[in-house]
C-alpha cells in the first residue's frame, strides 16, 4: 500500500462574511496545522473501499464508509483533473487521530493525504500546486492541509499565502460531543449575523505579522456554535484566567501555551469534567508521502 499523512489544523482566526448567491461565505482564516497527523494508505481494489480505524468518540458512527468519504471524492475528483475517465478503483485505510466534525479539518487532512497517495499510485506526477487546485473542489480546508504550517485563507478559504511560522506552541484540543456540522454553524451565522463579520485580510495579516498572539481566538462562528451547543460557553471558561478557543465551526476547543507542564495540567482540568483532551503541538508541516 501507499501511504501518506496530511495535518489536522486550528483557526488562530477565523472571519466571515455573509452568505453570497452560490450559497458560499467568503472567510479571512489565519490557518495553523497541527503535529496531529491523518493517515491515509491505498491499493487497487476490484471497488471502491473505505476502511476506518483509531476513529476517536462516539462521533466516529458518522464517518461515511462508501463513496460520500472525502477520500472518495477526492479521487474522482483527481481522476476528473487527470482526464481519467474510467479511475481505478481503490481501498483507502484511514487512520484517524481526530474525531469527524470536531472543527481541526480531520476529513480534509484524509483528503488531502489521499491527494498525496494517489498521485503515487496513479504515477500521475502532479505539482503541489495542482493537487491543491482538485483540492479546493474537495473541501475548502483541504489546500491548506496540502501546505501545512501556518497561512492566511481568503474566499472560500481555500486560496492560500504563506505566513511566517507561529511560534512554536503546545496546543490542547479539548473534544466534546455532539459534533457540530460546519453547515448547521453557518446555517445558525446567517441566523444571528445575516451582514457577517469580515474582516479585510490585509488587516488581519498587518494583525498577524505585528503580534501573532494578538488574534488568537477570533472566529465569526462562535456565537453560533455556542448558540446551538448551549454548554460550550462553560466549557471555554474552565480553566480561571484562560479562556479557551474555539477551532473552525467547533465545537473543539484549543489552548495554547509555550509550557508542556501547564497544558497537562489544563488536560487533567478537562478530564475531571468527562471531557477527552489530546495535547499536541504547532507544526510546519503538510501533506506528505509516508516512506
Known amino acids: 500500500m501507499i ?9 488562530l482566526a477565523f472571519f466571515a462574511g455573509p452568505k453570497r448567491p452560490d450559497g458560499y461565505h467568503d472567510v479571512v482564516s489565519v490557518y ?3 503535529d496531529l497527523f491523518e493517515k491515509v494508505s491505498v491499493e487497487p481494489a476490484s471497488e471502491w473501499v473505505v476502511e476506518v480505524v483509531g476513529a476517536r468518540l462516539k462521533e466516529s458512527a458518522r464517518i461515511p464508509s462508501d463513496k460520500t468519504n472525502l477520500v472518495v471524492k477526492a479521487a474522482l475528483a483527481l481522476a ?9 478503483a481503490m481501498r483507502f485505510v484511514i487512520e484517524k487521530q481526530v474525531p469527524p466534525a470536531a472543527g481541526v479539518a480531520g476529513g480534509s487532512a484524509d483528503a488531502a493525504a489521499s491527494l498525496i497517495a ?3 499510485a496513479w504515477t500521475l506526477d502532479l505539482s503541489r500546486e495542482e493537487l491543491a487546485v482538485v483540492g479546493s473542489k474537495v473541501g475548502a ?13 481568503v474566499g472560500t478559504g481555500a486560496e492560500l499565502s504563506v505566513l511566517p511560522a507561529f511560534p512554536e506552541s503546545h496546543v490542547l484540543l479539548v473534544f466534546s460531543t455532539p459534533g457540530l456540522a460546519t453547515a448547521d454553524v453557518f446555517g445558525e451565522f446567517d441566523r444571528l449575523q ?19 498572539a494578538a488574534i488568537i481566538g477570533s472566529n465569526s462562528l462562535e456565537s453560533a456554535a455556542f448558540s446551538l451547543r448551549g454548554d460550550l460557553p462553560g466549557i471555554a471558561e474552565t480553566i480561571p484566567d484562560y479562556r479557551a478557543h474555539l477551532s473552525g465551526s467547533g465545537p473543539t476547543l484549543y489552548l495554547l501555551s509555550d509550557s508542556r507542564s501547564q ?21 510546519p508541516a503538510g501533506a506528505e508521502l509516508e516512506t
Not at 141 to 153: E, I, N, S
Request: proline share 6%; aromatic share 6%; glycine share 8%.
Open 141 to 153: 480546508d483541504v489546500p491548506f492541509a496540502l501546505l501545512g504550517g501556518t497561512a492566511l485563507g
Open 32 to 34: 495553523q496545522a497541527l
Open 194 to 212: 445575516p451582514l457577517g463579520d469580515l474582516v479585510d485580510a490585509a488587516t488581519v495579516r498587518e494583525r498577524y505579522l505585528s503580534d501573532p
Open 263 to 283: 497544558v497537562e495540567n489544563w488536560a487533567r482540568s478537562f478530564s475531571e469534567l468527562g471531557l477527552e483532551t489530546l495535547i499536541t503541538k504547532t507544526s
Open 118 to 120: 494517489l498521485n503515487k
Open 3 to 11: 501511504s501518506a499523512i496530511a495535518p489536522a489544523k486550528i483557526n
Open 80 to 88: 476528473n483533473h487527470a482526464g481519467i475517465s474510467k479511475p481505478q
